[in-house]
């Protein structure tokens, strides 16, 4: 598996993996770029993590909306929605109308909008992606796995970074070893576990691909390594469920070559297992030093108050069945533990109501299920490199959406913007055998609700843009303190004016 043909390794290093410049697909450029910064810059000095990420995801959203303006660049993202089944647009139009409306009733309807719109845009930017893998092709997934591994590789080497500075400076001023201290990048550690269960999955394609020596194995293998590392020493079981899942769904639907895939995931995890013991336990023990881990074998069963979570958006369905308490309006009748239920299904059922939340779960759920029978029926004709890619979105894309079941993937800016990538580049990779074209309706119609939406978004952002921090200090000062923030929108999640 690790050796290539010449003619692979051309494609995979060749000029012809460059699409020409004067015809690049911007929006997975302008995509690609937000993802790869997210992880390893703070886009914001004086803001906290998840503020400068959102900041920045409005940015990327505003960047890509006038693609509507230019007929020529729209019509590929029109021609992909008009690929889409009757059935699904029709479910797809339906669940906004219904957002819509519950919307308007909320008792904010401003933070309503907002998250309304912004669920409009998530859904043209995947169009976007989509129609830009269908035009440019396999060429591309190549492209995307380096830029993950690339993503990876500067966030490891922040990481040991710190690990070494830990070691070497923490003695001199009697500090220990803070396992904690790894995970920078995010205001939580479970949001980096959102990343890790839909990057790991493509991290070893590249020694797969072109570890044609040893040394070359090597060096691919290491980044690799060191998020498996990562993923031992985090605690979060989400992504260990979530890997999990998405090695289930490879094991059902890919044959042979999805197998020779997890053994590739295994040792992989062996890898890091072994890192974690080495770098993480056996070193700081040698040196002396204190160790503060972040196991969690004493509550690995426990679901850390998500049963509150649950059973407060059941309630909130119950009491408002047909348009929910409104999107984002968890954040605003809940009053304890999160400010979302670390649930996809029960935030659709809470907020925006039964009708709208069966539409969206079954939209979901066809268009999984339409792309693993794709993967299923073409993986094994479809050459190492593009097989090993379409399996490796199947576990990716299982994988999150099981950690959308216990945590907030859904919710968090970044996970927000990989999934948007992950989906187009698979409804792209989906289309590519599929004859779709579009229409004047269909350009108009998402004009228009584009349109709405980036009125609703600018409607609920501009009142908070220049106050972020101030809401956060204003809360904290209100509560006691070591009170923590519970991140929705905002860092300050909660939702009151």
């Not at 809470?350 to 339409?370: D, N």
Request: charged share 10%; proline share 5%; aromatic share 12%.
């Amino acid at each position: 598996m690790a050796s290539m043909s010449a003619d692979q390794l051309q494609y995979g290093m060749s000029g012809n993996l460059r699409p020409p410049l004067r015809s690049l697909p911007w929006v997975i450029c302008a995509v690609a770029a937000f993802v790869f910064l997210a992880l390893n810059i703070d886009f914001t000095v004086d803001l906290a993590w998840h503020d400068g990420q959102r900041l920045a995801q409005l940015v990327l959203l505003f960047a890509v909306l006038p693609a509507l303006a230019v007929p020529g660049a729209a019509a590929p993202a029109a021609a992909v929605w008009s690929g889409l089944s009757r059935a699904i647009r029709l479910a797809l139009l339906s669940a906004l109308v219904f957002g819509l409306m519950s919307s308007l009733i909320a008792p904010l309807p401003r933070w309503a909008l907002l998250e309304w719109g912004q669920t409009w845009l998530l859904l043209l930017l995947v169009l976007g992606v989509a129609a830009e893998r269908r035009r440019f092709g396999d060429r591309l997934d190549p492209l995307l796995v380096l830029l993950f591994f690339a993503t990876a590789t500067a966030y490891a080497v922040t990481t040991c970074s710190v690990y070494v500075t830990m070691l070497l400076v923490g003695p001199v001023y009697g500090l220990g070893f803070n396992v904690r201290e790894l995970y920078g990048s995010f205001s939580n550690l479970r949001f980096f576990g959102h990343i890790q269960t839909m990057l790991l999955p493509f991290l070893l394609l590249p020694a797969m691909w072109w570890g044609t020596t040893r040394l070359r194995r090597a060096l691919w293998w290491s980044i690799p390594a060191i998020w498996w590392m990562l993923a031992v020493g985090s605690g979060t079981r989400g992504t260990w469920v979530a890997l999990l899942v998405g090695v289930i769904a490879v094991s059902i639907y890919c044959g042979q070559t999805g197998r020779q895939w997890i053994k590739w995931q295994l040792r992989g995890l062996l890898c890091g297992a072994l890192c974690y013991g080495v770098f993480i336990w056996a070193i700081p023990q040698l040196l002396e030093q204190p160790v503060w881990f972040l196991h969690r074998a004493g509550d690995i069963v426990s679901l850390s108050l998500r049963e509150v979570l649950w059973s407060t958006a059941l309630d909130f369905t119950a009491r408002h069945p047909l348009l929910g308490v409104g999107p984002m309006h968890y954040a605003y009748f809940a009053t304890e533990v999160a400010a979302h239920p670390h649930n996809a299904v029960l935030q659709w059922l809470a907020e925006w109501g039964i009708p709208a939340a069966l539409l969206l779960t079954g939209v979901c759920a066809a268009a999984g299920l339409a792309f693993a029978g794709h993967v299923r029926r073409t993986v094994e004709q479809a050459g190492e490199q593009k097989g090993m890619v379409m399996i490796a979105l199947l576990a990716a894309l299982a994988g999150a959406a099981a950690q959308a079941m216990v945590d907030g993937v859904l919710v968090m800016p970044v996970s927000q913007i990989l999934l948007v990538l992950l989906c187009g580049w698979a409804m792209g990779i989906y289309f590519t055998t599929h004859a779709v074209r579009s229409g004047p309706v269909q350009y108009a119609m998402l004009v228009v609700l584009t349109v709405i939406a980036a009125g609703a978004v600018v409607y609920g952002v501009a009142p908070e843009i220049g106050r972020i921090a101030e809401r956060e200090k204003s809360y904290l000062a209100a509560h006691p303190p070591d009170t923590p923030l519970y991140p929705r929108f905002w860092t300050q999640g909660w939702i009151n004016e």
